[in-house]
Each structure stands twice: as C-alpha cells, then as structure tokens.
C-alpha cells in the first residue's frame, strides 16, 4: 500500500510539473511568451522547439525513473530479475548517445539559422533609427531624423522596422523589449546595433536586464507603438512644445539618480558620438584603423613576395 501512494505521488507531480509548463504562457505576467512582432516571434518559435526537443529527453527519463523506482523497489516477493554482473548493452549507448547528439544537432542548426536571419530586417519597410544610452538610472532616447529625445520611453511606428544603435554612459546594462525581441548589452565605448519591429499598436514593456547598482530596479522603460501618422504627430508636437536638451543637461542626465519620463525638442549635434568617444571610443576606432592599416600593409606584402 506504501509503494503504491509513492508511485501515485510521482505520478501527480509530474502532472503538476507538466501542467505548470504549459499553462504559464496563459498568463499575462508571461510576456516573453506572447510576442507582438517579427523578431520576437522567431525566437518563440525557437523557445518552443527547445521545448519540444528537452521534452523528448525529460519525459522518458522521468517515467523511466518512476518505473525502476516502482519495479525494483525492496519487497518481499518482488519477481523483479536480478543481475548483478550486467554493465553493458550496445543498443542502450546507442540510444542515450544518439538521440542527444541528435537533438543538439537540430537545435544547433536551427538556433543559428534563426540568429543569421535577424541581422537583419526582412521587410522592404525604410527603417526608422534611434539611438539609445543607458545612463544610471534611466534610458536616453535620441531621434537623429527628427532631431528630438525621450527620457525612459520610445515611440515608434508600428509595422515599420526599428534600428536601435546602442551604447552606455557609465555601467554596462542590456536592452531589452521581450515582446519584440531579444536583448541586447549597452557597452560603454561602443556602439551595439538591434533591431525591432511591432506588428500592432500598443504599448510594451522594456527593462535594463543588468545589474548596475542601486537604481537597477527603476530602469524600466515602454515603447509606445502607434501608426505611423500618430507617429508624426507625436514627433510634430513634441518638436513644437518641449524644451531642448542642452549640453548641460545632458551632464546633469548623466549624474547617477532617477528620472521621470521627459521629453526634448532637440539635443546638441554628434551627442550619441560623443557620448561613446568619452568612454573610450576614441580610442577603438584608432586601433581598428591601425588594424586595417597593418593588414592592409601585410596583403601588400604578400602580394610582393608572390610575385
């Protein structure tokens, strides 16, 4: 009777496991589950593959498992065969080698196909661009084509691709929007490049997803998808009502501390350069045109010496 309520008790919570699993995407606290835009739903769909391939591995152990805790339990009685001297089977190396080169083989393949097809956007849609600079504790938001800034909230066109161009004023911090994409680290000195796209209207939560410190939990931000004629409106209004975001407040922006959301009609010419030449950027692009020059000067070499 004991043995049976044990086999019964695996039984129930590998249900409750299970159902647990597949019920958390019904949840709207599971927003990573339910995207609202191309990229976000190519890395769904590689979620889900995951899933599927760890579940053809998890499922069989775990009722394996159960089968040899209940068939070979100690009982009087117990019929179970009793071999003490076994230790080998070629058909079971094969079948625990195989499936999970198998299975990694086919994750592999399709977690890189997936990471090539994103560089990218695939629609003909004319993408829009916007810098973007993780200060502590808030988010800068520059609009080099309408020439205006946010302060912890993005507003875009829906259906149009959006080029993030990433960096950070201080600490590194990660970028991210998980209904429409994944993330991406903001790095002091350079210049991280992400692109997004929403499919409908609405408004969408964003995070920094890196520790910096103490005001790492206010880092949040959304990004607001209207169409594109809300779209210009918005940039209209907002380049007709707010104030200019001066060199000094800039800096005064940048001194650790929270922020409200704000808004900025404009900003001071090459900001976002700047912003990564002061943390060291300078100095990588005179490495990287020293670089190209020393291999420009070693294909030249090259050439002489076959010649």
């Not at 589950?33 to 990229?39: F, I, R, T, Y």
């Not at 910096?212 to 779209?231: C, N, P």
Request: charged share 20%; proline share 6%.
């Amino acid at each position: 009777m004991k043995n049976r309520k044990l086999f019964h008790f695996f039984k129930l919570s590998l249900l409750v496991a299970i159902s647990a699993i597949v019920l958390s995407g019904c949840d709207e606290r599971y927003i990573v589950l339910k995207p609202q835009g191309p990229v976000a739903q190519q890395e769904y769909d590689l979620i889900v593959l995951s899933t599927i391939l760890c579940a053809i591995v998890i499922i069989p152990v775990l009722a394996i498992f159960i089968y040899i805790v209940y068939r070979y339990r100690d009982k009087p009685g117990n019929k179970a065969p009793y071999t003490p001297n076994w230790d080998d089977s070629k058909i079971l190396e094969i079948v625990w080698w195989g499936i999970p080169i198998l299975i990694i083989g086919i994750l592999g393949f399709y977690t890189a196909k997936t990471t090539y097809a994103l560089q990218k956007p695939t629609s003909n849609v004319k993408p829009i661009t916007i810098q973007v600079t993780s200060l502590d504790w808030k988010w800068l938001f520059q609009y080099p084509d309408q020439n205006i800034a946010t302060i912890n909230y993005a507003e875009i066109p829906a259906g149009v691709p959006v080029q993030f161009v990433l960096t950070s004023s201080s600490n590194m911090n990660s970028f991210w929007v998980p209904q429409l994409g994944g993330q991406m680290y903001t790095m002091p000195g350079m210049a991280m490049k992400l692109w997004l796209q929403a499919d409908k209207p609405g408004t969408y939560f964003g995070s920094g997803a890196n520790f910096t410190g103490e005001g790492f939990a206010h880092m949040q931000f959304q990004v607001v998808a209207k169409s594109q004629s809300e779209f210009n409106a918005w940039a209209k209004k907002l380049k007709q009502t707010a104030p200019a975001l001066t060199k000094d407040g800039y800096n005064k922006l940048a001194e650790k501390g929270l922020a409200d959301k704000m808004d900025y009609s404009s900003y001071p010419s090459n900001l976002f350069n700047e912003i990564i030449d002061a943390n060291g950027g300078k100095y990588m692009k005179h490495n990287m045109q020293e670089d190209m020059q020393d291999m420009n000067h070693a294909d030249m070499s090259g050439m002489k010496m076959d010649k």
